[in-house]
């Protein structure tokens, strides 16, 4: 993603608080050329002239406004399971960015249920999946009884437009995941701040 930024166009980079810093280094070290701003803190102003801002979905929420009316080239969602609630807030927030081009960084695009999905395409790709409604009919519900054809129907809609790579494409070297289940008793204290 950092390679493909580009010097002189405006990139909003939308992150969880605890990985604004690590993008910030990050694109220091592979590219440098580019100025880079960060928009959080109680005494935020947005640098016009930066490259790329960099900002957390706290602000992305409670600047939504300031944010929705810049025109950025560019805006990036890492960790963008953030707006699997299309509902949320934060969601809304999304949806309302003004951009050229658009990208959803995830791990996990689905955790819960398919309209996560649904959400996060919306932001990234908006009418690809159509409407809430119309997604619901014509994949959750079917895919939810058990249709292989909807759940095909749904890869080859969204098959251009996810990059989805799997631990063997990347790190080949690794071992398959191994599971180790140990279990703890818990002392009477434990067990108590446990249940609570």
Avoid at 27 to 54: M, N, Q, Y
Avoid at 170 to 176: I, K, N, R, S
Wanted: hydrophobic fraction near 40%; proline fraction near 6%.
């Amino acid at each position: 993603t950092i390679c493909a930024l580009q010097a002189g166009k405006r990139t909003l980079v939308v992150c969880p608080k605890s990985v604004v810093y690590n993008w910030q280094a990050e694109i220091a070290r592979f590219r440098p050329s580019l100025s880079v701003s960060v928009f959080h803190g109680p005494k935020r102003e947005l640098e016009p002239s930066s490259d790329v801002t960099l900002t957390t979905y706290a602000v992305l929420r409670m600047d939504q406004t300031l944010l929705a009316n810049q025109n950025w080239d560019t805006v990036v969602l890492d960790e963008a399971q953030a707006i699997k609630n299309e509902t949320s807030q934060t969601a809304r927030a999304a949806f309302v960015l003004k951009a050229d081009f658009r990208l959803a960084l995830s791990g996990t695009p689905v955790e819960n249920r398919l309209e996560e999905l649904w959400s996060v395409m919306t932001f990234a790709n908006p009418g690809l999946l159509g409407g809430r409604t119309s997604f619901a009919d014509r994949y959750v519900t079917p895919i939810a009884n058990g249709d292989q054809e909807a759940a095909g129907r749904l890869r080859a809609k969204i098959r251009p437009v996810v990059l989805r790579r799997m631990k063997r494409d990347v790190l080949p070297e690794l071992p398959p995941r191994t599971d180790a289940v140990l279990h703890v008793e818990l002392e009477e204290s434990e067990r108590v701040v446990y249940d609570a």
